[in-house]
């Protein structure tokens, strides 16, 4: 979702809280890299892994179009949840998704509540 995107490919916005160890991190990776980038501009935002977890960003490849926000955790945390909240609704007036696709609990909550202030058309949620 760059400036200069092409108006003929859907852009989806995929958010999850961290991309760690386990089944939802596949599960958005294989998403992320399957899409035809000649129907879908695709990008995903990610929290970090704690310091005892594994990284699974590695699956996403070196041309992901990925974004780490590091206030977008597992943990409930009323001062970065506002952060990460602001920060997803700045992106997506920027990059103006045609689908927001949210993934785990936490990044579901932010990312549905500022798909749906932005005005994005289509908001899907996964739950894992």
Same mark, same amino acid.
């Given at each position: 979702?760059?400036?200069?995107?092409? !108006?003929?490919?859907?852009?989806?916005?995929?958010? =999850?809280?961290?991309?760690?160890?386990?089944?939802?991190?596949?599960?958005?990776?294989?998403?992320?890299?399957?899409?035809?980038?000649?129907?879908?501009?695709?990008?995903?935002?990610?929290?970090?892994?704690?310091?005892?977890?594994?990284?699974?960003?590695?699956?996403?490849? !070196?041309?992901?179009?990925?974004?780490?926000? !590091?206030?977008?955790?597992?943990? =409930?945390?009323?001062?970065?949840?506002?952060? &990460?909240?602001?920060?997803?609704?700045?992106?997506?007036?920027?990059?103006? !998704?045609?689908?927001?696709?949210?993934? &785990?609990?936490?990044?579901?909550?932010?990312?549905?509540?500022?798909?749906?202030? &932005?005005?994005?058309? =289509?908001?899907?949620?996964?739950?894992?």
């Amino acid at each position: 979702m760059k400036s200069g995107s092409r !108006p003929d490919r859907l852009r989806v916005l995929r958010v =999850i809280s961290r991309m760690n160890v386990g089944g939802p991190a596949r599960h958005v990776a294989i998403l992320h890299n399957g899409l035809d980038p000649e129907q879908f501009e695709s990008m995903l935002v990610y929290g970090e892994v704690s310091s005892t977890e594994g990284s699974l960003l590695s699956l996403l490849g !070196p041309d992901a179009h990925a974004v780490s926000l !590091p206030e977008l955790g597992r943990e =409930i945390s009323p001062l970065a949840d506002s952060v &990460t909240l602001v920060k997803l609704i700045k992106l997506m007036r920027a990059t103006r !998704p045609d689908i927001v696709h949210t993934h &785990t609990a936490k990044a579901g909550f932010v990312g549905r509540l500022a798909a749906r202030l &932005t005005g994005v058309p =289509i908001i899907v949620h996964t739950f894992h």
